[in-house]
């Protein structure tokens, strides 16, 4: 039930010195978000979605996001994640999306 990606991000994505930019965070946010609803069975694209940063996400370290479905209501599917850089947790994410029936 969970959509877990995992890697690490260099140089070219950095914005903050040592940090990920938080542009590069939140498209991964939307694209890991996105494929929890499809393993969950409800693809269809972002309606909304937001980031909430907790700390610098740190470049050339072990990343592991985890996203989850918390409900469904009618066509619109409701997501959530977090991302933890090692133990520290980084981000988090929650959106909307509307599946295609």
Not at 24 to 50: R, S
Not at 73 to 91: M, P, Q
Request: proline share 6%.
């Amino acid at each position: 039930g969970k959509a877990i990606g995992t890697g690490q991000l260099g140089l070219a994505y950095e914005g903050p010195p040592g940090g990920v930019h938080g542009g590069v965070v939140a498209a991964v946010w939307d694209q890991v978000l996105a494929y929890a609803c499809m393993v969950h069975g409800k693809p269809g694209p972002t309606a909304t979605f937001t980031t909430h940063f907790r700390a610098i996400t740190p470049l050339h370290q072990p990343l592991r996001f985890e996203a989850w479905v918390e409900r469904s209501e009618g066509r619109r599917v409701y997501a959530r994640g977090r991302c933890h850089a090692g133990d520290k947790l980084v981000s988090e994410a929650d959106g909307v999306f509307i599946h295609r029936s």
